[in-house]
Structure formats: C-alpha cells, structure tokens
T-cell receptor, first 115, second 110 residues
C-alpha cells in the first residue's frame, strides 16, 4: 500500500504571498490531519478533516485553512504568509473505522520557507 | 492549554544500553501514541496504547499507558545505531484532539 504523499516537498515563498499544500492519504483512509512542526514549538495540530468536513481545529489564525475532497485528498492553504510560518507541514491519515482510530500515518512533509 | 511534558529532551547513550523516556501531563488522555522521526521524514508510529495500565511491546520497544491516564513511558532495550532519532509521545484528549510532546532526541555514542 502506498504511504501518505505530500506535494510539493519544498517551497520558498515571500511574505504576503499565499500557498497551497497537497496531501494524498493512504488508500482507504478517510481522516486527514495537518500539523505544523517547528524547532521551537514542536508538532502543533492545525485541523482534521473527515468525509470532507472539518472535524477538529487547533489554535491557528484564520489565515490557515483547509479542505478535503470526495476522494479524501486534502489541501491546506496559508494566506498572507508571515516569516513565522516557515515550518515543516505534515499531513497524517487515519483509517477512522466505526471506532475512531487515532493511529495516524504521516507523510514526509512539505518544508515551507518564507523570506 | 493542555501540555505534554516529555523528558528527557535529549539522551546520549552507548550502543547496547537500555533507554527510557516518558511523558506526563495534568490532563487525562484516552489514547497514547509513540512516534519516531528521522531527519527529513515524517514521524512513524511505533506503538499505540488504548487502555489505562496497558503494556505493549513492539520488538525491542515497550510502552505503557499510565494507570492515572496522565502519563506514558517508552523503553528501548539493547539500543542499536538505527535507534537514533527523535521520539515523540502524543496523547488523544476527550475532545479527540491530539497533542504532541516536544520530543526526546536520542544519540548513540560509537
């Protein structure tokens, strides 16, 4: 089974621009979560989508948004980029059967650098 | 807000030694997860724990879900060079959110 894929792997953007990151979950997984990883703050939860609906949201400003498509693929968007948005953005998918499964499988991440 | 305190932050050990790390919190968790992250990669799930008191092994790795549901530990026995990396604990709260510890960086001395 192919793992979680994220595109692009690396991205350089300028302050004020916007960016869209993409995530394809493991086949059959319906839940997709997004995380921001920085050396100072560690892994921080952004949001989780299940069946095209946002199920949970972390404490990030409204500049961070996401969506999920009917095939479970997900995108996250960051508008009006700030220097502090430079981070590794990780996507994780989960089977989410009848009993919620919190066994999340991570992709390799997208390294975003804002200059 | 809820926090997970993971310790130690880093460890330097000799190959063959056993390793122990833990996570504690003032919050109660329904699930504990342990991950390992190698440079340039996403975290890889090592062990998932779903019941208080549960002790689970995965090869040389053993993890336990604390009885109070506020803590968990991970042990690695007979460490080998490929154990080098950053280990994260993660806890799932009652509102289904998952929070991560800051990680334990494991170094193995030659």
């Amino acid at each position: 089974k192919a793992g979680v894929t994220q595109t692009p792997r690396y991205l350089i953007k300028t302050r004020g621009q916007q960016v869209t990151l993409s995530c394809s979950p493991i086949s059959g997984h319906r839940s997709v979560s997004w995380y921001q990883q920085t050396p100072g703050q560690g892994l921080q939860f952004l949001f989780e989508y299940f069946s095209e609906t946002q199920r949970n949201k972390g404490n990030f400003p409204g500049r961070f948004s996401g969506r999920q498509f009917s095939n479970s693929r997900s995108e996250m968007n960051v508008s009006t980029l700030e220097l502090g948005d430079s981070a590794l953005y990780l996507c994780a998918s989960s089977p989410y059967r009848q009993v919620p499964s919190y066994e999340q499988y991570f992709g390799p991440g997208t390294r975003l650098t804002v200059t | 807000g809820q926090q997970l305190n993971q310790s130690p932050q880093s460890m330097f050990i000799q190959e063959g030694e056993d390793v122990s790390m833990n996570c504690t919190s003032s919050s109660i968790f329904n699930t504990w997860l342990w991950y390992k992250q190698d440079p340039g990669e996403g975290p890889v799930l090592l062990i998932a724990l779903y019941k208080a008191g549960e002790l689970t092994s995965n090869g040389r790795l053993t993890a336990q879900f604390g009885i109070t549901r506020k803590d968990s530990f991970l042990n690695i026995s007979a460490s080998i060079p490929s154990d080098v990396g950053i280990y994260f604990c993660a806890g799932q709260l009652r509102d289904d959110k998952i929070i991560f510890g800051k990680g334990t960086r494991l170094h193995i001395l030659p």
